[in-house]
């Protein structure tokens, strides 16, 4: 079962905008991390948040963690046509040794 | 190598038909992940290996999914006497350590295709 939903599933905008994408969860985490899918293709990280991290930059991507409302986001500042992609949020629970995904939000850039 | 590779990329399986998937990870990694991504859902986990160790076996949806990794570097998922319910995306992933925060590398998938 999944745990972490994305919000929204489809998100389109122009070039230049900001992307923002939610991911809720449902139990208590080690790290949360969000993912990128683009079609057809493997799996690629972006950022890793610690469940004592409240917020994380690295270059465009900035994420933001609330474990008080069990919720991540993910914001992409001035996007770009190659951030067209599935974004996924995952999370790290101390007892396993699995990602839980949820089932993605579908970006589209358009220039 | 330079990063996670599976084969086949692509496989069409005629219900029935066992099948095997290769995963090849980043040389010296110890943990080994294997997920299923249907069609517009996001990755389930399946199972994990530490080295040759399978120690979480439990998302392997029936006793038809068996992987192994007999030497801690190349692994193999099989799954016997495929259905269609199990065309979907089998994604292989390797870590360097075994710890929950190391980032998790993951190929490019092999495109399961059941009919």
């Known amino acids: 079962s999944q745990q972490g939903e994305e919000d929204p599933q489809a998100l389109s905008i122009q070039e230049g905008e900001n992307a923002t994408m939610n991911c809720s969860y449902k139990?208590?985490?080690?790290?949360l991390q969000w993912y990128r899918q683009n079609s057809g293709r493997g799996l690629v990280h972006l950022i890793l948040?610690?469940?004592?991290?409240r917020e994380k930059h690295s270059g465009r991507l900035r994420v933001t963690l609330d474990t008080s409302k069990k919720s991540s986001s993910l914001l992409i500042t001035a996007s770009r046509a190659a951030d067209t992609a599935s974004y996924f949020c995952a999370t790290a629970i101390n007892s396993g040794y699995a990602l839980n995904f949820g089932k993605g939000t579908s970006l589209l850039v358009t220039p | 190598g330079a990063g996670v590779s599976q084969s086949p990329r692509y496989k069409v399986a005629k219900r029935g038909q066992d099948v095997a998937l290769r995963c090849d990870p980043i040389s010296g990694h110890v943990s080994l992940f294997w997920y299923q991504q249907a069609l517009g859902q996001g990755p389930e986990f399946l199972t994990y290996?530490?080295?040759?160790?399978?120690?979480?076996k439990s998302g392997l949806p029936s006793d038809r999914f068996f992987a192994e990794r007999p030497e801690g570097s190349v692994s193999t998922l099989k799954i016997q006497r495929t259905q269609q319910e199990d065309s979907a995306v089998y994604l292989c992933?390797?870590?360097?350590?075994?710890?929950?925060?190391?980032?998790?590398?993951f190929g490019e998938g092999s495109w399961l295709t059941v009919v």
């Open positions: 290996f530490q080295n040759e160790a399978q120690l979480d």
């Open positions: 139990t208590s985490i080690n790290n």
């Open positions: 948040i610690r469940s004592n991290e």
């Open positions: 992933a390797s870590s360097r350590g075994t710890g929950l925060g190391n980032t998790i590398y």
